[in-house]
């Protein structure tokens, strides 16, 4: 099971990261297998909307469209912020602590943020819970019981006190704020396998305001310059 867990996680970090020819591509490619996974945990959800929404960005004019929308969605607009952080109302106490934590997960389990991208990001945290996935059905296999049990629980309390924190006000402003369907179907897959994934996972407090910024003054980085794609190849456990 944590296989197919971590292959959503997989494909949710590249159709959530900046759009290209190739990463669109690859999600295309994925359909097959993330209709298989879903149908493996129980999940109900029309992929052949998202397959149909996808060749619509085979057209130039299209893909160019859809990289506006993820710009004013997820980049300088901040109408959905894509960090952890952004959420947090009192970033200039609260900023260093997360940051801190986070990095002490991905040190933990030799998990490295790419140039380019923050600790915080969503496509960071949706990577390391898929390694995290990936690892413990590695112990599993191998019959590491200790390594197995130290790993689920690191997957519980990442989940807890981090993405599962910020998923849901996340996909709300999605819904709110995206104007291209393609992003509201990848908001309705996201919330739907977060929320199943959130109940194995208890005592998790949901941050509930998102005050909007603008970047001159922001206490906080964007980090938009550089961002580069991930390699959407399942990482090796």
Same mark, same amino acid.
């Given at each position: 099971?944590?296989?197919?867990?971590?292959?959503?996680?997989?494909?949710?970090?590249?159709?959530?990261?900046?759009?290209?020819?190739?990463?669109?591509?690859?999600?295309?490619?994925?359909? /097959?297998?993330?209709?298989?996974?879903?149908?493996?945990?129980?999940? /109900?959800?029309?992929?052949?909307?998202?397959?149909?929404?996808?060749?619509?960005?085979?057209?130039?004019?299209?893909?160019?469209?859809?990289?506006?929308?993820?710009?004013?969605?997820?980049?300088?607009?901040?109408?959905?912020?894509?960090?952890?952080?952004?959420?947090?109302?009192?970033?200039?106490?609260?900023?260093?602590?997360?940051?801190? /934590?986070?990095?002490?997960?991905?040190?933990?389990?030799?998990?490295?943020?790419?140039?380019?991208?923050?600790?915080?990001?969503?496509?960071?945290?949706?990577?390391?819970?898929?390694?995290?996935?990936?690892?413990?059905?590695?112990?599993?296999?191998?019959?590491?019981?200790?390594?197995?049990?130290?790993?689920?629980?690191?997957?519980?309390?990442?989940?807890? /006190?981090?993405?599962?924190?910020?998923?849901?006000?996340?996909?709300?402003?999605?819904?709110?704020?995206?104007?291209?369907?393609?992003?509201?179907?990848?908001?309705?897959?996201?919330?739907?396998?977060?929320?199943?994934?959130?109940?194995?996972?208890?005592?998790?407090?949901?941050?509930?305001?998102?005050?909007?910024?603008?970047?001159?003054?922001?206490?906080?980085?964007?980090?938009?310059?550089?961002?580069?794609?991930?390699?959407?190849?399942?990482?090796?456990?």
């Amino acid at each position: 099971m944590e296989l197919y867990r971590a292959f959503i996680y997989r494909f949710l970090s590249v159709a959530f990261d900046e759009p290209t020819e190739e990463s669109l591509e690859a999600l295309r490619g994925g359909l /097959d297998d993330l209709s298989l996974c879903l149908s493996k945990i129980g999940m /109900d959800f029309d992929v052949k909307k998202l397959e149909r929404l996808l060749e619509t960005f085979r057209e130039e004019e299209n893909l160019l469209e859809l990289k506006g929308e993820w710009n004013a969605l997820f980049g300088v607009g901040l109408k959905a912020p894509m960090w952890e952080t952004a959420y947090e109302i009192e970033k200039a106490g609260r900023k260093s602590h997360e940051l801190s /934590d986070i990095e002490g997960f991905y040190r933990a389990f030799g998990f490295e943020v790419k140039q380019g991208y923050e600790p915080d990001g969503l496509i960071a945290q949706l990577e390391f819970l898929a390694l995290l996935l990936l690892k413990i059905n590695y112990a599993k296999d191998m019959g590491l019981k200790e390594e197995e049990k130290l790993t689920e629980k690191a997957y519980r309390d990442f989940f807890r /006190d981090h993405l599962g924190r910020w998923y849901r006000l996340f996909c709300e402003l999605i819904n709110e704020y995206a104007e291209v369907e393609y992003y509201k179907v990848l908001g309705q897959l996201f919330f739907s396998f977060l929320e199943l994934e959130r109940k194995e996972v208890p005592d998790i407090v949901d941050i509930e305001r998102y005050v909007m910024e603008t970047l001159q003054g922001s206490s906080w980085e964007c980090g938009i310059t550089g961002r580069r794609p991930l390699n959407p190849e399942a990482p090796e456990p």
